[in-house]
């Protein structure tokens, strides 16, 4: 988390309303990460209501494997205390993106780091609908998107990201979201889409690029290990091609966007 934040210039909310209104409702949309963001976004707006909203792996996405690292990592906090959590700090369950569990136009901002990998290719234009319903005339969506390949691949690179391309496409997912989302948000309503493109240097750059690829490191594994076909062995054989293309020279890199959009007054 610190890394990512440490791009984001030390924000965990990057629409204008974030920065022009102090008092805001906001819901963060969960993934991989769950109540740390959430709690760190509370603790960043004091004045604001913050809700974590986190969604059970039989919440009907079934973009998952049933036994993957997602299902099964360790960065749930949903078994703290509550006394442990900022007192403007409220955790929720879902159980469908295509029925959100709150009224019509509550939410000033809503945070997803994760639809990029949970929501299917089917299934973008109903859930940003729903989105839309519930987000305040005025308010904004923040996304932060990854697509699912690497830049300045080489022959081996494209071996390895070519199957988990294969297995994206396999889950039903979209294998480039970054290019694809703008136009799915202007269709369910939303106006002024803006979008950073930021390129994660693997292992290369300097400080800056070893801080990248901790974040790219991080999510790369993540998603060979949920969406690929890729045995253990070959997981070993894919880490080992990962380091042998940066000590050869090759300068690897990720990309990650930041867009964000307004819903109409």
């Known amino acids: 988390m610190m890394a990512l934040r440490f791009i984001m210039k030390g924000d965990l909310l990057f629409s204008p309303l974030a920065t022009k209104q102090k008092s805001l409702v906001v819901l963060d949309l969960q993934g991989i990460f769950r109540d740390q963001f ?6 960043d707006y004091p004045q604001s209501m913050v809700y974590g909203l986190y969604f059970t792996p039989e919440s009907g996405q079934n973009t998952m494997k049933s036994t993957n690292s997602f299902a099964n990592q360790d960065s749930d906090n949903h078994h703290a205390n ?4 900022p007192s403007n700090y409220i955790p929720c369950v879902g159980h469908s993106m295509k029925k959100l569990p709150f009224e019509d136009n509550t ?4 945070n997803a780091k994760s639809l990029w990998y949970l929501v299917k290719k089917s299934d973008w234009v109903d859930v940003l609908s729903e989105l839309f319903r519930i987000i305040k005339p005025g308010g ?10 690497l830049l300045n691949d080489n022959a081996t690179d494209q071996y ?15 294998p480039a979201p970054m290019s694809t989302v703008g136009t799915q948000m202007y269709r369910v309503g939303f106006t002024d889409v803006n979008r950073a493109l930021i390129a994660l240097p693997r292992g290369w750059g300097g400080q800056m690029g070893h801080l990248t690829d901790l974040i790219a490191m991080y999510y790369s594994e993540f998603m060979f290990q949920t969406f690929s076909d890729l045995t253990p062995d070959e997981m ?9 293309s940066i000590q050869k020279g090759y300068s690897p890199a990720n990309s990650i966007s930041f867009t964000y959009a307004q819903k109409p007054l």
């Open 107 to 110: 939410f000033d901002i809503i």
């Open 82 to 85: 509550d006394n442990s959590f």
């Open 140 to 149: 904004y969506i923040e996304l932060l998107m990854a697509d699912f390949s």
């Open 38 to 43: 959430s709690c760190q976004i509370a603790l």
């Open 236 to 244: 070993v054989s894919f880490k080992t091609a990962c380091r042998a």
């Open 160 to 174: 390895w990201w070519s199957r988990l391309v294969q297995g994206i496409i396999n889950h039903g997912l979209e």
